[in-house]
């Protein structure tokens, strides 16, 4: 808001860069970007969760969060890992594409270690600096793909033929590991406490609320059963 009344009142483009603004201060989307946080996110693992946002601010509100988080790298230095779901939505925008490459070179002499992760990799590897920050990771893992995808991932990676064959047709938690020059096909095993936090499938999402709604009856009961005693 600070920002947007001064340039109100600015001459020359300074209206006409408030209009653009108006939307993000008094307009459609205003609440989000136009008063500080009063969340404290000074933790040793913090997410920045933008799912609910509208499509049209999840690009601004990942801009906003990784240049915070690249200010705060700097400004203390110690061993951080910055993980970026969902990458692809960045690489739809020059200035956005090439602020994450940008961080991504620069990671390591702040003590950064930065992984992208996208499922719409066609997406991510069509913007040049989608292609850049794959060329200087160290490491890469790539799940099952689309026959159309694997085409686009088999000139970069230098798939070959039984490679690429596989890439279409991995079952779930089988993928390429890239190391260097080396690939290896890996199998990802993950526990059930691993799975239980990260899984997407409703159903078993539905279990599980289940399952604590269940726990907690049980909980009460025996706490009353313990009262009346």
């Known amino acids: 808001m600070d920002l947007y009344d001064t340039l109100v009142h600015m001459e020359g483009s300074g209206p006409a860069l408030a209009q653009r603004l108006r939307k993000y201060t008094t307009g459609t989307f205003a609440g989000i970007f136009s008063q500080q946080s009063n969340i404290d996110i000074n933790n040793q693992m913090v997410v920045f969760n933008i799912r609910d946002l509208e499509d049209e601010l999840r690009p601004v509100a990942m801009y906003i969060v990784l240049s915070h988080i690249w200010n705060v790298t700097r400004s203390h230095l110690k061993k951080r890992m910055l993980i970026v779901d969902e990458a692809w939505q960045l690489m739809k925008y020059e200035d956005s594409a090439n602020f994450l ?32 920050i794959v060329a200087n990771s160290s490491m890469q893992l790539l ?29 779930v938690g089988q993928g390429l590991f890239f190391a260097g020059a080396n690939h290896v096909h890996i199998q990802v095993v993950a526990s059930r406490t691993e799975h239980q936090l ?3 499938n409703p159903v078993q999402q539905m279990q599980q609320e289940e399952e604590k709604r269940m726990q907690a009856l049980a909980a009460q009961r025996e706490a009353q059963q313990g009262a009346q005693v």
């Open 143 to 171: 799940l099952k793909q689309s026959p159309s995808a694997v085409d686009v991932l088999a000139d970069v990676f230098k798939l070959t033929d039984e490679e690429r064959k596989r890439l279409a047709n991995f079952p």
């Open 101 to 132: 490459f940008s961080l991504a070179k620069r990671a390591r002499k702040y003590y950064l270690g930065v992984t992208t992760i996208s499922q719409d990799v066609e997406d991510f590897m069509a913007s040049k600096m989608g292609r850049a």
């Open 198 to 200: 990260v899984t997407t």
